[in-house]
């Protein structure tokens, strides 16, 4: 008698070319099945680093945008008519950046998912406010005043969309807390 064990229990066979052809049979089928779910957990752990890569990205180019739409907002109110062209072209670099970063979110996470909408609502108000201060120079005070509330409004509709992409990115791929509940150290 031959005893075989593995991992999924222990199988007893006589010495018939039967025996060692069915044994053969369960074992390269076993292998074939783990090997298929390790590939398909190696995909997933590929996938998630890849989407927690473009989230940080993601972030960074919204808090690159803040800092130029707090700018903009600064500099309105401070110069009116005159706002400075740097500020501008400031706010369009940053806009074309969110541009590019959202087309490469919606593809990875689809165009109606939690993430791509608050991304692009976010990208939406920084170009409203964009557009309104895109010429100023011939506007006159109550059209101005008009203006400087629409960016206003738009600042507004930023901060909400931010806010709903940052929790929409830590509940899709954010760090897992402890046992405790707690952040693990590095993650706080």
Same mark, same amino acid.
């Not at 007893?12 to 090997?35: E, F, K, M, S, Y």
């Not at 706010?91 to 109606?112: D, P, Q």
């Given at each position: ?20 052809? %069915?044994? @053969? ?12 779910? %390790? ?5 997933? &752990?590929?996938?998630?680093? $890849? &989407?927690?890569?473009?989230? $940080?990205?993601?972030?960074? @180019?919204?808090? #690159? ?5 707090? &700018? ?7 110069? *009116? ?8 072209? =400031?706010?369009?670099?940053? *806009? ?11 593809? =990875? ?5 939690r993430l791509?909408? @608050? ?11 964009? =557009? ?6 011939? +506007?006159? +005070? ?6 400087? #509330?629409?960016? #206003?409004l738009a600042?507004?509709?930023? +901060? ?10 830590? +509940? =899709?791929? *954010? ?5 405790? *509940?707690?952040?693990?150290? #590095?993650?706080?």
């Open positions: 008698m031959l005893v075989i064990a593995s991992t999924e229990g222990v199988l007893a066979a006589t010495l018939g070319p039967t025996a060692i052809v %069915a044994v @053969a049979l369960v074992t390269a089928v076993t292998t074939n099945r783990r090997q298929r779910e %390790a590939l398909k957990h190696d995909r997933e &752990l590929a996938d998630l680093a $890849d &989407l927690r890569k473009l989230l $940080d990205e993601a972030a960074v @180019a919204l808090n #690159e945008a803040a800092d130029a739409f707090d &700018l903009l907002l600064l500099e309105l109110h401070t110069h *009116g008519r005159k706002l400075p062209g740097e500020v501008r072209e =400031r706010l369009a670099a940053c *806009g074309n950046r969110l541009l590019e970063v959202r087309a490469r979110l919606t593809v =990875r996470v689809g165009l109606n998912s791509a909408r @608050a991304f692009g609502e976010a990208a939406d108000a920084l170009h409203a406010a964009w =557009r309104e201060v895109g010429w100023l120079e011939d +506007d006159d +005070d109550e059209v101005l005043q008009g203006k400087r #509330e629409l960016v #206003e600042h507004d509709d930023w +901060d909400a969309a931010f806010g709903a992409f940052l929790t929409a990115a830590v +509940d =899709r791929a *954010g760090a897992v807390p402890t046992k405790g *509940g707690e952040m693990p150290a #590095e993650q706080e």
